[in-house]
């Protein structure tokens, strides 16, 4: 055996710090000392696709959901038949009334439904170090847990919106696309904020079960989305109107039919647009803050 094939290993002893070697920072050293975007759009990407594996539970189940409302309130109500065109709420029929609330109320409902599962589910089965340990930022985290959550209400927005306009006796024409636009990501993020602090206040399925049922469930029902607020007594009036879901579906049905509870004037629309904006930021900061303090994720 030559010299060169010895090995001798107090001779030849492996160094024993390799911070500086090669690309390897120090110990301790942060990898991504900003804005990591590489991080976020990984995290996005892996809830979008969570949802999107099982898209028959996800998206297209509450789009028949949906259309059974349409089909049974408006059968409810008009009675059906020759007597449907008679029922005129807003100046057009039962059912293009009901719609946009309807597209609404699928968008909001999904966007919690996404948003509240993935920090519970860590929690639950042991896998919540999956979502601390990458190198992401606490906003980060947030960003993209909100961004699936509305990527998926969109989705099933669109499909609701398709499956309505081929619905006979629906016009579900569209007068201000800003108002659409606006007041449906803006009522999907509401409703994603709610459901990551569900989430992370949530130590099992029956805390979640307990908002949607007690919280996310009377909101939506109780928001003007089967009717006109003005036809309610001054009291319960009075209450729909501190109920900000109330605006998301007024908002989202003044885009559609160019009217609505809260007015047919751009300017009445555009308090509760900018209104909803605000709450959502102040919303948005509280989440941060939850985040950032570790609450029921680190203990």
């Given at each position: 055996?030559?010299?060169?094939?010895?090995?001798?290993?107090?001779s030849?002893?492996?160094?024993?710090?390799?911070?500086?070697v090669?690309?390897?920072?120090d110990?301790?050293q942060?990898?991504?000392?900003?804005?990591?975007p590489?991080?976020?759009?990984?995290?996005y990407?892996?809830?979008v696709?969570?949802?999107?594996?099982?898209?028959?539970q996800?998206?297209?189940?509450p789009?028949?959901?949906?259309l059974l409302?349409?089909?049974?309130?408006t059968?409810?109500i008009?009675?059906?038949?020759s007597n449907?065109?008679?029922?005129?709420?807003?100046?057009?029929?039962y059912?293009?009334?009901?719609a946009?609330?309807?597209?609404?109320m699928?968008m909001?409902?999904?966007?919690f439904?996404?948003?509240s599962?993935g920090?519970?589910?860590?929690k639950?089965q042991?896998?919540?170090?999956d979502?601390?340990m990458?190198?992401?930022?606490?906003?980060?985290?947030m960003?993209?847990?909100?961004a699936?959550?509305?990527?998926?209400?969109v989705l099933v927005?669109l499909?609701?919106y398709a499956?309505?306009?081929?619905?006979?006796?629906v016009?579900?024409s569209?007068?201000?696309?800003w108002?659409v636009?606006?007041f449906?990501?803006?009522?999907?993020?509401?409703f994603a904020l709610?459901?990551?602090?569900?989430?992370l206040?949530?130590?099992?399925?029956?805390?979640?079960a307990?908002?949607t049922?007690?919280?996310?469930?009377?909101m939506?029902?109780?928001s003007?989305?089967?009717?006109?607020?003005?036809?309610l007594?001054?009291?319960?009036?009075?209450?729909?109107e501190?109920?900000?879901?109330?605006?998301?579906?007024?908002?989202f049905?003044?885009g559609?039919l160019?009217q609505?509870?809260?007015?047919?004037?751009n300017?009445?629309?555009?308090?509760a647009?900018?209104?909803?904006?605000?709450l959502?930021?102040a919303?948005?900061?509280?989440?941060?803050?939850?985040?950032?303090?570790?609450w029921k994720?680190?203990s």
């Open positions: 055996m030559t010299d060169h094939a010895k090995f001798d290993k107090h030849n002893p492996a160094p024993s710090n390799l911070a500086g090669g690309n390897f920072p110990p301790g942060p990898v991504f000392h900003g804005f990591n590489v991080g976020l759009w990984t995290l990407m892996k809830e696709r969570r949802f999107f594996k099982v898209q028959l996800t998206i297209w189940a789009s028949i959901t949906t409302y349409l089909v049974i309130f059968l409810a008009t009675g059906g038949g449907g065109a008679a029922h005129t709420v807003l100046g057009v029929s059912a293009s009334f009901l946009p609330g309807l597209i609404a699928g909001l409902n999904n966007a439904a996404n948003a599962f920090l519970l589910v860590g639950m042991g896998t919540i170090v979502y601390l990458p190198p992401i930022s606490e906003l980060e985290l960003l993209a847990l909100v699936a959550a509305v990527t998926r209400a927005g499909a609701i499956a309505m306009f081929l619905w006979p006796g016009d579900v569209i007068h201000h696309p108002a636009v606006w449906g990501l803006m009522g999907a993020t509401l709610i459901g990551v602090l569900t989430s206040w949530a130590d099992k399925f029956d805390h979640n307990a908002v049922n007690f919280v996310i469930a009377p939506a029902m109780l003007g989305t089967f009717y006109v607020v003005t036809r007594a001054p009291t319960f009036r009075t209450i729909s501190f109920n900000p879901v109330f605006y998301v579906i007024s908002g049905r003044f559609f160019g609505s509870d809260i007015g047919a004037t300017d009445a629309v555009i308090v647009a900018l209104g909803l904006g605000v959502n930021a919303l948005a900061l509280i989440t941060y803050m939850i985040l950032r303090s570790g994720l680190r």
